[in-house]
Nanobody, 116 residues
Framework: QVQLVESGGGLVQAGGSLTLSCTAS???????MSWYRQAPGKSREVVAT???????TYANFAEGRFTISRDNNRNTVSLQMHDLKPEDTAVYYC???????????WGQGTQVTVSS
């Protein structure tokens, strides 16, 4: 059974930084690991993804401020976030796909709140 556990969320002032971490169990070196977020009243949106070979992609709002990284040996993925803005306030979810065709697995989410 695949499980993902996120940590690292919290309250930070605008301009500050946070690092989110996610540990996956019940899976071995998944095809892609990602971070999504969902703000109140909005749809869930992708923040950043990284394949097992290290190819990363970012949403426009994350480019230049957020950095995704993963440790394939430990099945972990992290998201470093800098220069945070109030509009970054959301629940952040870790996700993975074991293969390109499998449905994604999700963590429970971690709240990030950025105060102005």
């Amino acid at each position: 059974q695949v499980q993902l556990v996120e940590s690292g969320g919290g309250l930070v002032q605008a301009g500050g930084s946070l690092t989110l971490s996610c540990t996956a169990s019940g899976v071995n070196n998944p095809y892609v690991m990602s971070w999504y977020r969902q703000a109140p009243g909005k749809s869930r949106e992708v923040v950043a993804t990284m394949t097992r070979t290290g190819t990363s992609t970012y949403a426009n709002f994350a480019e230049g401020r957020f950095t995704i990284s993963r440790d394939n040996n430990r099945n972990t993925v992290s998201l470093q976030m800098h220069d945070l803005k109030p509009e970054d306030t959301a629940v952040y979810y870790c996700s993975l796909r074991q293969t390109a065709l499998r449905n994604p697995n999700w963590g429970q989410g971690t709240q990030v709140t950025v105060s102005s």
